[in-house]
């Protein structure tokens, strides 16, 4: 811990970044929840009741050596500030609030609660060739071609959740929770009367197909 109760904790720009302070640490995650700096840190105090957050390293990554920005926060007149100095667009300043939810805490997991899903499933109303989708305990695949001529599209870890914010819903999601879709497919979601519907994720396209799967 830093030994500071106000600052030791968790910090959230709504819908932006958010920081872990712990131990000794700052953990730096994107609006996905993917970290993107995890360094070492420790406070200075400056004038005018000004607390520093200083990391051993400022930058923001998503891969190591290759800095997207640098970041610095401090904590004044009971706020905490947290500026991002961005190299083209320049700086983004905004003020964190102090969360109890960790980087994940509006997501409810419910891996092992619905064996009723598990099995083979087929595409509905398929122009062409059919799509298939295989749903395992902890696995996802899809294929495409005919029912003996299968080729597989991918495959993935997955988890069965829900959200707080949409109570009811059942989403099947990438089993990396910072992922918000499968590469070229969107999430999975549980749809009138045991229906799977996702996306394809086209760019640049007029409309944005979608694929139904029924339960054979």
Known sequence: M??????????????GYYVE?????????DHSKKIVAQTGAKLKRGTNGRID????DSGLSYEPG?????FEMYYLDGEMH???????????????????????GNIIILD?????????????????????????????TVYYGEENDKTPIFESDIHYVNYKTEPGRLYIVNGDLTRGDFGAFTRFELIGDGLLMTHAIVLDAPFVPKYVFKKV
């Not at 302070?21 to 995650?29: A, E, P």
């Not at 957050?53 to 051993?56: A, I, L, R, T």
């Open 53 to 56: 957050v200083v990391p051993k």
């Open 21 to 29: 302070l712990s131990k000794g640490n700052i953990t730096v995650r």
């Open 112 to 140: 092992g609660k619905r064996p009723d899903l598990h099995g083979d499933w087929e595409e509905v109303d398929a122009v062409g060739s059919k799509r298939y989708l295989r749903l395992a305990k902890n696995k996802l």
């Open 82 to 104: 947290f500026e991002v100095d961005y190299p083209i667009s320049g700086l983004h300043s905004c003020i964190l609030e102090k969360t109890d939810i960790g980087p994940f």
């Open 2 to 15: 830093f030994g500071n109760r106000t600052l030791d904790g968790n910090w959230e720009e709504k819908y």
């Open 66 to 70: 290759r800095n997207y920005a640098t």
